[in-house]
C-alpha cells in the first residue's frame, strides 16, 4: 500500500499544477499561450518606448542646455562700415550669435518629437496594462477552476470587414448593460412593498411583544407572585448585568415602533421615491436576462477580436473581459 504525498495532498504544489496544466484542453492552453504572448509582446513595445524617450530627454536637454550656453556667451552684434581703396563701402556686422534661429528651431523639433513619444508611451503603457490583466486574470480563472468546468465554446471564423467599427455597438450595449444592472441593484422598491415591509415588521415586532408578555404574565398566577418582576426594573440592582440593559433596550424599541406604527405609515406615503422603483419580485430574472445577454456579447466580442487577429490586426481587449469567455472560446478552424 502505498504512502499519500505532500503533491497528493496539496493541490497548489509543482506536481498538482503541472497536472492541472495538462489535464486542460491543447485549444485552451493554446489560447492562454497566445494571450501571454500579446502581453509579452506589449511589454516589449513599452521598453523599447522607454527607452526612447529617455534618449530623446537626454538630447532635449543636452540641446537646451548648449543653446542657453551659447546665448549667454555669444558677444554683442556689433555694424560698422568698411571701405576699400576702389572706394566701396558696405556695412558689415560682427559677433551675435547668428544660428540662433536654426538652433531655437531645433529644440522646439526636439520638443515636439518628445511629445509624441511620450504620447505613444502612455497608450503602448496602457496597452501593455489591460493585456497583462486579462492574462493574469485568465489564469487565476483557470487556477481557481475545476478542470469539468473548463469547457470549450467554439465559434465560426468569418471575415470582417470593419472589426473596430462591428466592436463599437458590442461595448457600448456591454456598457449599458452594466450600468442598467448596477441601477436595478440599487433601484429602491415602490411604495406598495414599502408599506409591506412596514406591516411585517409591525407583525414580527408584535410577535415578540406578545410571547414576552405571555411569558411573564404567568407570574401573576404564581403562588410567590410575580417572580420576573426584576425584569420590570423594580428592583434595586437592575441594569447592573449588561444583558438586562440590552434586552431593556429591545423591549422599549418594540414598544416605540408598535406606538409609532401610524406615523410610520403616514411618512412612507408621504416620502418621495428616489428613482425608479423596481419590485423585488423582477428584480432577479432581469439580473440574470441581462447576464445572459452580456454573456452572449462578451462572446461575440472576442470573436471579432480573434477574427481580427486570423486577419493580421490585433485589436484590445477590455480589461475588465469575462476571463472565462476569453481563455474558452477558440475559432472552429483552430479546433482540433
Not at 128 to 145: D, Y
Not at 179 to 185: D, G, K, P
Not at 300 to 324: K, N, T
Request: with cysteine; net charge neutral; hydrophobic share 45%.
Amino acid at each position: 500500500m502505498a504512502l499519500a504525498t505532500l503533491d497528493d495532498r496539496t493541490p497548489t504544489t509543482a506536481k498538482a499544477i503541472e497536472a492541472h496544466y495538462w489535464a486542460l484542453d491543447p485549444r485552451i492552453r493554446a489560447k492562454r499561450a497566445a494571450l501571454d504572448a500579446q502581453r509579452e509582446g506589449h511589454h516589449a513595445i513599452v521598453d523599447a518606448l522607454r527607452l526612447k524617450l529617455h534618449a530623446l530627454r537626454e538630447e532635449l536637454v543636452t540641446k537646451r542646455r548648449r543653446l542657453s550656453d551659447a546665448i549667454a556667451n555669444a558677444r554683442p552684434e556689433l555694424s560698422h562700415g568698411e571701405s576699400d581703396p576702389r572706394g566701396a563701402a558696405a556695412t558689415v556686422t560682427t559677433g551675435g550669435f547668428p544660428q540662433r534661429p536654426v538652433r531655437e528651431q531645433e529644440v522646439a523639433r526636439l520638443a515636439e518629437n518628445l511629445q509624441r513619444a511620450e504620447a505613444a508611451y502612455q497608450a503602448a503603457e496602457e496597452r501593455w496594462a489591460a493585456s497583462a490583466r486579462v492574462a493574469q486574470n485568465c489564469q487565476e480563472w483557470l487556477a481557481a477552476t475545476p478542470i469539468d468546468r473548463v469547457v470549450v465554446v467554439v465559434v465560426p471564423f468569418t471575415r470582417v470587414a470593419d472589426p473596430h467599427g462591428e466592436l463599437v455597438p458590442i461595448r457600448e450595449r456591454l456598457r449599458a448593460i452594466a450600468t442598467e444592472t448596477q441601477a436595478i441593484e440599487v433601484a429602491p422598491v415602490g411604495r406598495e412593498e414599502a408599506l409591506a415591509r412596514l406591516d411585517a415588521q409591525r407583525k414580527r415586532v408584535a410577535e415578540r411583544v406578545a410571547a414576552r408578555r405571555a411569558e411573564r404574565v404567568r407570574g401573576f398566577f404564581s403562588p410567590r407572585g410575580i417572580s420576573d418582576i426584576a425584569r420590570l426594573g423594580l428592583t434595586e440592582g437592575y441594569g447592573s448585568v449588561g444583558r438586562e440593559v440590552e434586552a431593556a433596550i429591545e423591549e422599549a424599541a418594540d414598544e416605540r415602533f408598535l406606538a409609532d406604527v401610524g406615523e410610520w405609515r403616514s411618512a412612507i406615503k408621504a416620502a418621495p421615491i428616489a428613482g425608479q422603483p423596481v419590485p423585488l419580485a423582477e428584480r432577479v430574472p432581469r439580473v440574470a436576462q441581462l447576464a445572459r445577454d452580456r454573456t452572449e456579447l462578451e462572446r461575440q466580442e472576442e470573436r471579432v477580436v480573434m477574427c481580427a487577429e486570423r486577419d493580421g490586426l490585433q485589436l484590445d481587449r477590455r480589461e475588465d473581459a469575462d476571463p472565462a469567455i476569453v481563455v474558452c472560446t477558440v475559432l472552429a478552424d483552430a479546433a482540433a
